[in-house]
């Protein structure tokens, strides 16, 4: 599948935050999002040990499911290495080659991307799902299982009962419970999709377990990359 250049490794952490302040303009985040998309597609990286340091070895893997059955479609896979430092708000420049390289060996375009991180629920309002969203053209959310900014209060205790993340007095997000009495995931939009249509597209993909199903056998496979 295509996936757009629209920059180069960021030599800085300047360069980098310059990279998200252009880019975040290009986001669609008020359009009503895929409600039931064929195909899904599931993203996720994994790290050689602790995975702190630039030029650490990682796999990113991307998982297409189909969006009824959620049987696996496609899968592809990218060994490298993290190509930028850990720094808390920059850390999809250390994925986003090895990740494009990954959907650029897709013969698939899925109707969704699903992150396993954060889309506007992020400091600069441009997380790894926003990111991915303008560099593929495609709707993109955010799963992420700890928030990482803003306030909420806990959700009910039931599947499908949620409650608004909010940071700065804005709702960046939302605080979803996929299954009775277990701890919440945090949706966020990233690209192309709503936050309802996001909430919805995240509970079909949670039939039996809190994450969903994509960022499971995503992270299934980039384990097995590193490992095998």
Same mark, same amino acid.
């Given at each position: 599948?295509?996936v757009?250049?629209?920059h180069?490794p $960021?030599? *800085?952490? /300047?360069?980098?935050?310059?990279? /998200?302040?252009r880019?975040?303009p290009?986001l669609?985040?008020?359009l009503p999002g $895929?409600? %039931? +998309?064929?195909? &899904?597609a ?7 040990g ?5 030029g650490?070895r990682?796999?990113?893997?991307v998982v297409?499911l189909d969006?009824?059955?959620l049987?696996?479609?496609?899968? *592809?896979?990218a060994?490298?290495?993290a190509?930028?430092p ?13 990740l494009?390289?990954a ?5 698939? &375009? +899925?109707?969704?991307l699903?992150c396993d991180?954060?889309? &506007?629920?992020h +400091? %600069? ?5 926003c990111h991915?969203g303008?560099l593929?053209?495609l $709707?993109a ?5 700890t928030a990482?900014?803003?306030?909420y209060?806990? +959700? ?5 009962? *949620?409650?608004p ?6 709702v960046?997000g ?6 009775d ?5 945090f949706?966020s ?8 249509t996001?909430?919805?597209? &995240?509970?079909?993909l949670? $039939?039996a377990?809190?994450?969903?199903e994509?960022? %499971?056998r995503?992270d %299934?496979l980039?384990r ?5």
């Amino acid at each position: 599948m295509e996936v757009r250049d629209l920059h180069g490794p $960021p030599a *800085s952490v /300047q360069e980098a935050e310059a990279i /998200q302040d252009r880019l975040r303009p290009m986001l669609e985040t008020g359009l009503p999002g $895929p409600a %039931r +998309p064929r195909t &899904v597609a599931g993203l996720d990286v994994s790290y050689a040990g602790d995975g702190s340091g630039t030029g650490t070895r990682l796999a990113a893997a991307v998982v297409v499911l189909d969006g009824t059955s959620l049987d696996v479609v496609e899968e *592809s896979v990218a060994v490298g290495t993290a190509a930028f430092p850990y720094v808390p708000g920059l850390f999809a420049f250390r994925e986003l080659p090895a990740l494009v390289d990954a959907l650029r060996d897709l013969k698939t &375009v +899925p109707d969704l991307l699903v992150c396993d991180g954060f889309g &506007v629920a992020h +400091p %600069r309002r441009f997380g790894l799902a926003c990111h991915l969203g303008v560099l593929t053209g495609l $709707p993109a959310i955010g799963v992420g299982k700890t928030a990482f900014v803003g306030t909420y209060e806990q +959700p009910g205790r039931r599947r499908g009962d *949620s409650g608004p993340l909010l940071d700065g007095g804005e709702v960046v997000g939302r605080v979803l419970r996929t299954r009775d009495d277990v701890k919440p995931v945090f949706v966020s939009v990233g690209h192309r999709t709503d936050l309802e249509t996001a909430c919805r597209n &995240v509970l079909d993909l949670t $039939p039996a377990y809190r994450l969903p199903e994509t960022t %499971r056998r995503a992270d %299934r496979l980039s384990r097995d990359a590193l490992t095998g």
